[in-house]
């Protein structure tokens, strides 16, 4: 559904979620222990988060508190989430400021909030924790507040980020398990691995084991005939059948700024079949946006493809043994060098830097991104099938 402002709303998904969370049924109950929505990225997860799901939150009287942890990858994700409660906390004591205007129906008054604790000492040693900041909220608004986390896997693999999921597990079960606490502490994370994701909401080591897992349900076929529509009052534009187009978005992985890219594109295809075009423009891009990503790989250099190439092809949930003997002689055959174990941990911790594998526990490791494992493993198959000899002409 589109409006003025030329977006694509997806308001009856957005409705769906927000009354599975703030008003579950018997079939829903576990939303209560956290919601985890998987995605592989650029399919319009945070979109669909920011001007879907959140406002349809508030629709109902909630506070909903966003944090997205790829916003500044400099910082820990536990900094960004004290950073985002507190700035929430510090509104609502803030006379005037527009998240108490949103809540005028909570009787606060023009003074808003006074907590009993000192803001800037939330999540700081000696001061309120995450448990605390949220249980008074709860108990003092009455209100539902919803926290969503966007790329929430970027908590694991660091005793920081650890740390912060069983603060926010405390913090949950402090209001949620309470006895008449007026409102609830709900908690979204999102991320683009799902093994990760599954992993943090089945093992019983981890805070969120017994949470929710759904996948983010992906732009369907009416979006693709929304952005046609939308294009087509444009004078002298060249348009592809939606049949078309819809296998195109499919072959791009359902990504909304790629399907814009191609349709942009196609109209430079002069004198071609608008299908036909469109079809190789698609596969096109398709590849071009895998070179991109095995180019952030190959930066690296040979000892660097090697130790991805271990991890991408070692089991979805992490590969193990980097470090060890069969490992470093492996190396050594691929870089026909000498290969020491701190090079090999130099070369790790700067993927994990740029993102590119993750730590999910201690010594094991996995491919940030499903997609960039995915072209990587099928790279190598189509390297594999050119280097088998031909088949023998029998005839």
């Not at 527009?98 to 000492?121: E, I, V």
């Not at 409102?183 to 799902?194: A, D, Q, Y």
């Not at 349900?217 to 005939?225: A, N, P, T």
Request: negative net charge.
């Amino acid at each position: 559904m589109s409006d003025t402002t030329g977006l694509f709303h997806r308001e009856t998904y957005a409705a769906q979620m927000a009354e599975q969370l703030l008003n579950p049924g018997p079939l829903d109950e576990s939303t209560r222990s956290g919601v985890f929505l998987s995605g592989i990225r650029r399919v319009g997860k945070t979109t669909f988060l920011r001007q879907d799901l959140i406002p349809a939150l508030e629709t109902r009287g909630a506070l909903v508190i966003y944090v997205d942890l790829w916003v500044d990858r400099t910082k820990n994700p536990s900094a960004l989430v004290h950073e985002a409660v507190r700035n929430t906390l510090r509104q609502l004591q803030t006379p005037g400021s527009g998240l108490l205007q949103r809540f005028k129906g909570l009787n606060l008054g023009a003074a808003g909030f006074s907590f009993g604790f000192q803001l800037d000492d939330v999540g700081q040693p000696g001061g309120a924790t995450l448990a605390q900041a949220f249980e008074e909220l709860v108990n003092t608004a009455h209100i539902n507040v919803v926290l969503i986390v966007d790329e929430v896997q970027q908590t694991l693999g660091t005793e920081e980020g650890f740390a912060l999921l069983h603060a926010l597990k405390a913090a949950r079960d402090a209001v949620n398990a309470r006895p008449g606490m007026p409102g609830r502490l709900l908690f979204i994370g999102t991320g683009s691995h799902k093994s990760l994701l599954a992993d943090m909401t089945s093992r019983r080591a981890q805070p969120f084991a017994g949470a929710h897992l759904v996948s983010y349900l992906v732009l369907d076929r009416e979006f693709v005939q929304w952005q046609l529509q939308r294009i087509a009052a444009t004078p002298g534009v060249v348009l592809p059948s939606l049949d078309t187009a819809w296998q195109g978005f499919q072959t791009m992985g359902h990504r909304p700024e790629e399907l814009l890219k191609a349709l942009r594109q196609l109209q430079q295809a002069h004198g071609t079949d608008p299908d036909t075009a469109l079809r190789i423009i698609c596969a096109t891009l398709a590849d071009a946006a895998a070179d991109v990503e095995l180019k952030a790989v190959e930066e690296f250099g040979e000892l660097g493809k090697a130790v991805f190439e271990r991890i991408a092809t070692g089991p979805e949930d992490g590969a193990t043994g980097l470090f060890g003997v069969d490992a470093l002689a492996a190396y050594a055959d691929r870089t026909s060098s000498v290969v020491e174990t701190s090079q090999v941990q130099n070369i790790v911790d700067k993927m994990v830097s740029a993102n590119l594998i993750l730590r999910p526990t201690h010594g094991k490791y996995t491919v940030a991104d499903p997609f960039v494992r995915k072209v990587w493993r099928d790279k190598l198959a189509q390297l594999a099938q050119l280097a088998q000899p031909p088949k023998a002409d029998l005839t």
